[in-house]
C-alpha cells in the first residue's frame, strides 16, 4: 500500500486521519472536506481533523458488484460491511471491517488502512 488513493481525504498519513472541515458561519461538519458549507453554502470552511474512533451508526451488507472502475480480487467477489460511522459532529460513510460476525449498531470502531486498486489504500473502520 504505497499511497492514497485519493490524498484529499486524510489530514495525515502518519498518524492516519481523516481531512474534513467546520463552516465558519454555522459549524457544520463535513467529510470530506468542502469548500463551501452543504449546510448554509457559506465560502470560507476551515480544514479540520476528525476524530479516529466512532461508533457504527448504521450499516448493511454490499451482496453485489459495484460497477467500474471496480476490480474484483483474484479470488472473485466478497461480500464486504459499509454503513455509517458516528464521529461526534459528522457521519462518515466507510467500508466496516468487523473480523469474525456481523456489525452491530453501536459497537466502537477505530480508522484503519485498507488496501484498494493498484496498491494503493483508504479507509475503513475496524471493530
Known amino acids: 500500500m504505497r499511497e ?23 459549524a457544520t ?7 463551501q458549507c452543504a449546510h ?6 476551515a ?7 466512532g461508533r457504527i451508526w ?7 458488484e459495484p460497477k467500474a472502475p471496480y476490480t474484483p480480487p483474484a479470488g472473485g467477489f466478497v ?15 466507510s467500508l466496516l471491517q468487523v473480523g469474525d460476525g456481523e456489525p452491530a449498531i453501536g459497537d466502537e470502531v477505530h480508522l484503519v488502512r485498507t488496501p484498494a486498486a493498484g496498491g494503493h489504500f483508504t479507509y475503513a473502520f475496524a471493530r
Open 4 to 26: 492514497p488513493v485519493t490524498p484529499e481525504l486524510f489530514a495525515s498519513l502518519e498518524p492516519l486521519t481523516l481531512a474534513g472541515s467546520r463552516c465558519t458561519a454555522c
Open 29 to 35: 461538519v463535513q467529510f470530506p472536506a468542502a469548500r
Open 40 to 45: 448554509c453554502a457559506a465560502a470560507d470552511p
Open 47 to 53: 480544514p479540520i481533523t476528525l476524530p479516529t474512533q
Open 58 to 64: 448504521t450499516w448493511t451488507i454490499q451482496r453485489f
Open 79 to 93: 461480500p464486504y460491511a459499509v454503513g455509517y460511522v458516528d464521529l461526534g459532529e459528522v457521519l462518515v460513510e
